[in-house]
Every structure is written in structure tokens, then in C-alpha cells.
């Protein structure tokens, strides 16, 4: 920049006149800051916001798939949905799923991180070993463990000599699609622990260490509290990705909902009255009372955090 | 225990000796390991044995037999070569349109001021809630009357709105000091220069890391392809893959090749970036700072 026209000193003193006063900078800020956000608005609106207004009018209606000639129904829709006993089943079926899933893989992801960090050799080995799984698409890893889970043909049984009816048992099918998750998903958690294990600074671990904490200390008082963020986080994100679960549940059964009908999720229940039996009100309809339930869960986890952060204050 | 001292002083990199802990660490390390990995090396062993011999009864490790049928057969019978590039052109498109769009987003609720930023950004964070498999059926008659069903389009832009992508980037770059930008406005450069300039080069390793996450996510993609198209020339490799079971009756051989084929890709570049991607989650704030 050379400063030595008039122009160009002047120039900037205009500028931060110009800018100073309230509306101008605002002007100035919608022109820069609405085209920075504008490209991923519009996509956000044609593919997040309108199908979700789209989905409240069609569950108002009883359109079939192709969207035309649907007559308004008021609430009808969602009266039926009341009474039905499949909806609930498959709700159901995602809590139980959840209820399993959380807890463990936020466990299992912790002590896998701590293992990984603390080996000092061949760290990219394990990082290696303990993501793998989640680098295989979802139908990829349900086929394998249904093969794995397969009673005559398959190792689980084998190796533990079992005789276990894993995927046609009603009480065992989701559980395999359980220990599936387990295995194909934790990579993704271990590897958030890892960063923030990472993240600690390694003064504390000193500084605790002159003051003669052992290993057992330094896991209670450091380690432990410093990752109760990423804790968080770790089950938010699980808690929003299980309650989806579709994938894994319907390619270890084939696409069928399981035997009598045990891994049905609530997911593939709205697919399948949208896209088998062609309700597309109705299955918007039990799509919309799904989002609202979510809606409910990431609500309900903001405000215990902020009741957590004014404790905390 | 001996090699150590005996290594050359210039090959070792400051490594300390074993000591009893890391033996006992290293031993779960590998036991644990030995539990992840066992079920890839059983797909491997399978996708080698020949039909006939994949199911038997008892099963067993290895092959008798060792034969390459199996993948033969994939590439004979499949579109396995179309699925593959199908997936490719759908998870590149995705990954260059969700970094451009997110990272200008996520910049400009950070950074810059505009009317309803604040409305726009709860929004976007409800957003958060909505996905294909919470909306699927509304989503897919949207599209259908975009008339994208069955196109290249109709796969690659719904997935191209990640709100989640969003907010990373958006912590991040509220991360980065101030001073740094307003050296270069007193300088004279434009918001955009100053984004593409300073914020782009230093947030490498945040975008790398939603770079690849959402290549990953991409790739993977199996409910919303499904939805989307019927059309086994516009599949890509997890659809394709779930059809092979269906069409030619269970296949085991072949489907775990087709399986490991399907995988293969991201864990390359999973072999090739871990690096970057652990420093790249860690400065994300992904890490939860």
C-alpha cells in the first residue's frame, strides 16, 4: 500500500466515516454478510425448510405418492396415528435401540480413546484399528454381521458355541443390530475423545504430578472433568443419529421389519407407509409427530445445559 | 527390550523403553484391535472361498479353496464399475458444494452483520433436527416435483444443506482473533479478500476435517440414494451392493467383495489423512472447547 496520493490517504478516513454512522453499516454489512450466507440459504430452504412445511400441509391431507388430488383431512391423520398400535411399536423399537446404543458406545468410545492415547507405540495403529468399521457403509456392515450372526453358517455362534437365533429371535434381532452399531459406529465418538484427550493441556498432568497424584488422581481430577464437554456432545449426537436408525436394521433383515416385526424402527415404519402402502399424508403425518419428538429431545438437552451452566456461575 | 539400546542413536526418535504399563496397554491394545479387525479378515476369507464353500457347515477361517471367483463374478454380472464412479461424482460434488456453501455461511454468521442474522441462525440451528431419515417422505415429493427423481441433481443437492457443517465452521471461525482481519480492512481489502485470503488458508485444517467428514457421510450415503432412484445405472456402491443380495438370491462370496470394494475407497484416504483428520477434529471445535 503505498500511502503517497492524497486519494489513498484520504480514503480510508472516509471510509470509517461512512461506516460509523448506523444505517450505512448496516447496509454495507447486508450487502457482504447476506451474499456470505445466502448460497447456503437457498439450498437449506428448498431442501430442510420446505419439505418440512411441505410434510405439516401433506399430513393435513390424504395424498397418495404422486402428491395430486389430495383432499384436506384435517386431523385426521394424526388421530389415526393415536390409535396405532404399529406406530408405536416402532417407536418403541428406535427408544429401546437408543437406550442401548448411548450409553455403550460413549463408554466404549472413552475407554478406546484413553487406550489409543496412552499406548505409546504405533498410535496411527490403533487410530487405524478402532475407525475402521466406521468407513464401511452402513449396508456394508449390516450384511457382514448378518453373515457373522448367521446361526449355521456364521462365526458368532461358532466361536462362542452358541446356539443363539440371533436374527429370526424376537428378543435377539435387535440386540444383533445393537452390537452391530457398537462395532460400525463407536470409530466416529473414539475419535472426537482422541482430539480432546488431546486438547488437555499437558501442564495440568505436570503440575498434578509434583503434587503426588497418581494415575487414578489424574484420571478423576484432570482428565475425567475436562472432557465432560466432549461427553456431552458425544451423546447428544448419538441420541439424535439412534432414534434415526434405519440402515443397519433393515439390511440384516433382508428390508423386512424383523421377526414379528421386532426391528421395525420409526423410520422405516414412514417409509413404509409413504413408499409400500403409498399414504404419503399419513406418512407425513407420523413424520412430522417424529420431528416434533426430536425437536423435543435436542430442546430438552439445551435447556439442562443451560440450567448445568448457571449451576456452574 | 534389548534392540532398543542397541538401535543406532540417530534411528531411535527419543523413544523411551518398554515399561511394564505400556507391555500391559499394548497387549489390550492388540487384543481389542484383534476384535475390531476379525470381522473384515472373515469378509476377506469369505469373498476368496467359492460359494459352495462360504457356506458350509461349520464355517471356518480360511479357504480350502483359495479362489478369486467371487470378485470375478462381481465385475462380470454387476454394475459395479458404474456404481463406483456414480458414488464418486455424487460424494465429490457433495463434498465441494457442502465445504464452498458452509464455509461461507458459517463466516458469515460469525463475522459479518445483516439484517435478521439472528433469525436466520436459529433457523438454521432448528435445521440441525431435520434430516432425510426424519422427513423422508416430504423430502422426496419435493424433489419429485422438482422433477429431480432419478437424477444426479436429485441425489447430490439434498444432501448439500448440512446445518451441522455449518455451525462447526461457525464456532471456529469465532475462534479466530479479530486483529488478524483488521489488519488487512486498515490495509483496504474487502470482506471477501480478507475471507479468502487469511480466514480460508488458516482454517485448512477445520475444512479439511468437514472435508472429509462429509466425504465420508457422502459415500456412505445409503437411505436417501435409496429413496431417490430405482435406476441400478445411477445407484452408487451401498445401494448397488444392497441390490446384489436381492437380485441374485444371497450371494455370500460375492457380496462381501463387493462389500470390501465399497469400503476400500475411504479407508485409503481414511490410511492416508488420519493425521489431519484427529488435528482437524481437534481444532474444530468439534472437540467440544
Given at each position: 500500500m503505498t500511502t503517497t496520493t492524497p486519494q489513498a490517504v484520504l480514503a480510508p478516513t472516509r471510509a470509517r466515516t461512512a461506516a460509523d454512522s448506523p444505517t450505512a453499516r448496516r447496509r454495507q454489512g447486508f450487502q457482504h454478510g447476506g451474499w456470505f450466507v445466502a448460497p447456503f440459504l437457498v439450498l437449506f430452504a428448498l431442501f430442510v425448510i420446505w419439505p418440512l412445511l411441505r410434510g405439516v400441509y401433506l399430513s393435513l391431507t390424504d395424498a397418495n405418492i404422486s402428491g395430486d388430488g389430495a383432499g384436506f383431512v384435517g386431523?385426521?391423520?394424526?388421530?389415526?396415528?393415536?390409535?396405532?398400535?404399529?406406530?408405536?411399536?416402532?417407536?418403541?423399537?428406535?427408544?429401546?435401540?437408543?437406550?442401548?446404543?448411548v450409553p455403550c458406545i460413549t463408554v466404549l468410545a472413552l475407554l478406546l480413546a484413553l487406550l489409543a492415547h496412552h499406548i505409546e507405540r504405533g498410535k496411527w495403529l490403533w487410530r487405524l484399528c478402532f475407525f475402521i468399521p466406521f468407513l464401511l457403509p452402513s449396508t456394508v456392515a449390516g450384511n457382514l454381521w448378518q453373515w457373522l450372526f448367521n446361526p449355521g453358517t456364521g462365526m458368532v455362534n461358532y466361536l462362542f458355541g452358541l446356539d443363539t437365533p440371533w436374527l429370526t429371535g424376537t428378543s435377539y434381532a435387535m440386540l444383533a443390530v445393537v452390537i452391530t452399531t457398537l462395532w460400525w459406529t463407536v470409530g466416529f465418538s473414539f475419535l472426537l475423545y482422541l482430539a480432546a484427550l488431546q486438547n488437555i493441556p499437558a501442564h495440568l498432568y505436570e503440575a498434578a504430578e509434583l503434587d503426588g497424584a497418581n494415575v487414578w488422581h489424574r484420571m478423576v481430577h484432570i482428565t475425567l472433568p475436562m472432557l465432560r464437554n466432549i461427553t456431552g456432545l458425544v451423546i447428544a449426537l448419538q441420541i439424535l443419529a439412534s432414534l434415526q436408525v434405519f440402515d443397519q436394521a433393515v439390511v440384516m433383515q433382508d428390508f423386512g421389519p424383523g421377526p414379528e416385526g421386532s426391528t421395525r424402527t420409526f423410520v422405516q415404519y414412514t417409509l413404509e407407509e409413504g413408499f409400500t402402502s403409498y399414504r404419503v399424508g399419513y406418512a407425513s403425518a407420523i413424520s412430522i409427530i417424529f420431528f416434533v419428538i426430536i425437536a423435543a429431545v435436542a430442546l430438552a438437552r439445551m435447556w439442562l445445559l443451560r440450567n448445568r451452566e448457571e449451576d456452574a456461575r | 527390550m534389548t534392540a532398543d539400546t542397541a538401535q543406532a542413536p540417530v534411528k531411535s526418535r527419543t523413544r523411551k523403553p518398554w515399561s511394564p504399563s505400556q507391555v500391559?496397554?499394548?497387549?489390550?491394545?492388540?487384543?481389542?484391535?484383534?476384535?475390531?479387525?476379525?470381522?473384515?479378515?472373515?469378509?476377506?476369507?469369505?469373498s476368496l472361498k467359492s460359494e459352495t464353500e462360504a457356506v458350509e457347515v461349520p464355517a471356518h477361517w480360511l479357504p480350502e479353496d483359495w479362489t478369486g471367483q467371487a470378485w470375478k463374478a462381481l465385475f462380470a454380472t454387476g454394475n459395479i464399475t458404474d456404481w463406483f464412479v456414480n458414488s464418486l461424482v455424487v460424494s465429490i460434488c457433495v463434498t465441494v458444494v457442502v465445504l464452498l456453501v458452509s464455509a461461507l455461511a458459517g463466516y458469515g454468521f460469525a463475522r459479518t452483520e445483516f439484517r435478521g442474522k439472528a433469525f436466520l441462525m436459529g433457523t438454521v440451528m432448528a435445521g440441525l433436527m431435520v434430516s432425510p431419515a426424519v422427513l423422508g417422505v416430504p423430502l422426496f415429493t419435493t424433489v419429485q416435483q422438482m422433477g429431480m427423481v432419478d437424477t444426479y441433481w436429485g441425489m447430490i443437492l439434498p444432501q448439500c444443506a448440512p446445518a451441522a457443517m455449518v455451525y462447526i465452521l461457525y464456532k471456529f471461525f469465532q475462534g479466530i482473533p479479530k486483529e488478524l482481519e483488521e489488519a488487512a480492512f486498515i490495509d483496504g481489502a474487502g470482506r471477501w479478500r480478507v475471507f479468502f485470503t487469511i480466514i480460508v488458508p488458516l482454517s485448512r485444517p477445520s475444512l479439511s476435517a468437514v472435508g472429509i467428514f462429509t466425504f465420508i457421510a457422502s459415500w456412505n450415503n445409503f437411505l436417501w440414494p435409496y429413496m431417490v432412484t430405482n435406476n441400478p445405472d445411477l445407484m452408487t456402491m451401498p445401494?448397488?451392493?444392497a441390490t446384489v443380495m436381492n437380485s441374485y438370491g444371497i450371494q455370500w462370496a460375492q457380496l462381501m467383495a463387493g462389500g470390501l470394494m465399497a469400503g476400500l475407497p475411504l479407508i485409503v484416504v481414511f490410511?492416508?489423512?488420519?493425521?489431519?483428520?484427529?488435528?482437524?477434529?481437534?481444532?474444530?471445535?468439534l472437540a467440544g472447547q
Open positions: 386431523l385426521d391423520n394424526y388421530r389415526e396415528a393415536l390409535h396405532d398400535q404399529l406406530m408405536w411399536d416402532a417407536l418403541g423399537h428406535s427408544a429401546y435401540f437408543t437406550l442401548l446404543v | 500391559v496397554l499394548t497387549l489390550i491394545g492388540v487384543a481389542v484391535s484383534a476384535v475390531f479387525l476379525a470381522p473384515l479378515a472373515w469378509a476377506l476369507f469369505t445401494n448397488g451392493i490410511v492416508f489423512f488420519q493425521r489431519q483428520i484427529v488435528s482437524g477434529v481437534a481444532h474444530t471445535g
